[in-house]
């Protein structure tokens, strides 16, 4: 937990105020736009619809087992033809202070800036790039969500927002109501701080999440047929060697497995060595969706099941799926956040 000034004092951030601190860099201006007050700027540049202002409110838990309000207020401020971005945002409580201020530039596609949070004295540099309508700024976050359970929580909150300011979002109560997650193993190793975002975001998807469920799911699925299945590169002399290298070994360049990448220069086609298509082993979801499982999701969600209905907003689920069925628009997004609901329901309806 985040320690308060030189007060032992543990909060953790459970209203929505601080999330929208990170909604700019994990959104895009579309979503952002839903949480503030919005200016009169056009929507030419990438900060366009961000202009304006927005306050909130929530609360923290001390770890003493007081509560205190905290309240929020920011304001974004779009020059030069919409390319550049001055953010102010300042949170407060009895014992507790946020003050971050924040600068972007855009050109060529591209996005890059600074950052800086006074009452710790912390401060850091953006880089990002523009997709579509939207745009992302990833190190930042990545930075300080792997240092910071206050900013993790304040992140997961962002992401609810933008799920369900894109209708994504099914479960009932406010954002403050989320589940927390459970505690991950390895989420409070003391990482070496010359580590980077990349590498401090590459030691969490191995030892706590990514990794552990690739492994659980692979061995359910093989060895319910009988297989056992083998990772070469889990070798443990190759995982700590990898681990011990630089980032730019990793990435760089816009490339991934850099390192692999490397060793396999001269032994393959460059198309290949070099190519950055991915393609997984994925079931055809999208077109079962939208071809034989339209009807059977249709009875399921027309199924009553308490427990279910306890949790999710079954009307707004209902009319999502009957939306994306009825137009055959199942895609991978749709699918990827919604199939779960889907699933729950099934499960909960065979109890």
């Known amino acids: 937990m985040m320690s308060v000034h030189s007060n032992p004092v543990s909060v953790i951030f459970r209203g929505a105020a601080l999330a929208l601190t990170i909604l700019v860099f994990v959104g895009g201006a579309s979503n952002a736009q ?12 990438p900060f366009g619809q961000l202009a304006g202002s927005w306050s909130g409110s ?10 205190e ?31 971050l201020r924040g600068s972007a530039n855009y050109s060529g596609g591209t996005i890059t800036g600074t950052w800086s949070e006074a009452s710790r004295n912390a401060a850091g540099t953006l880089s990002g790039k523009v997709e579509g309508v939207g745009f992302q700024v990833r190190n930042w976050l990545a930075a300080a969500t792997s240092r910071s359970r206050l900013a993790s929580r304040g992140a997961d909150v962002a992401r609810a927002a933008i799920l369900r300011a894109k209708g994504r979002s099914f479960l009932r109560g406010g954002l403050t109501d989320l589940p927390r997650p459970f505690d991950l ?35 359910r699925i093989s060895m319910a047929h009988g297989i056992e299945v083998r990772m070469p590169f889990m070798d443990w002399r190759l995982v700590t060697y990898t681990m011990a290298l630089p980032a730019e070994s990793k990435a760089s ?46 009875r399921l969600l027309e199924r ?10 079954e009307t ?16 991978w997004d749709a699918v990827g956040r919604i199939w779960p609901y889907l699933n729950m329901k099934w499960m909960l309806a065979r109890l």
């Open 253 to 298: 360049g816009g490339y991934t497995k850099m390192i692999a990448r490397r060793a396999m220069e001269g032994g393959m086609p460059e198309k290949i060595r070099m190519g950055r298509r991915k393609v997984g082993f994925n079931s055809p979801m999208p077109e079962w969706l939208n071809g034989p499982l339209a009807d059977w999701s249709r």
């Open 185 to 219: 193993v390895a989420g409070e190793d003391e990482l070496p701080r010359e580590w980077g975002p990349l590498n401090r975001r590459l030691y969490r998807m191995f030892h706590s999440t990514v990794l552990p469920t690739i492994l659980r799911n692979f061995d």
């Open 304 to 313: 009553k099941v308490p427990a279910f209905t306890e949790l999710v907003d």
């Open 34 to 45: 839903r949480a503030a007050t919005q200016g009169s700027a056009s929507s030419e540049g």
């Open 69 to 99: 309000p905290i309240k929020c207020r920011a304001s974004y401020d779009v020059l030069e033809e919409q390319n550049k971005l001055q953010l102010n945002i300042h949170c407060a409580s009895d014992s507790y202070n946020f003050d």
């Open 58 to 67: 929530g609360t923290i838990d001390l770890s003493n087992g007081r509560h």
């Open 316 to 331: 707004r689920l209902q009319n999502a799926v009957q939306s994306l069925s009825a137009s055959k628009t199942w895609d």
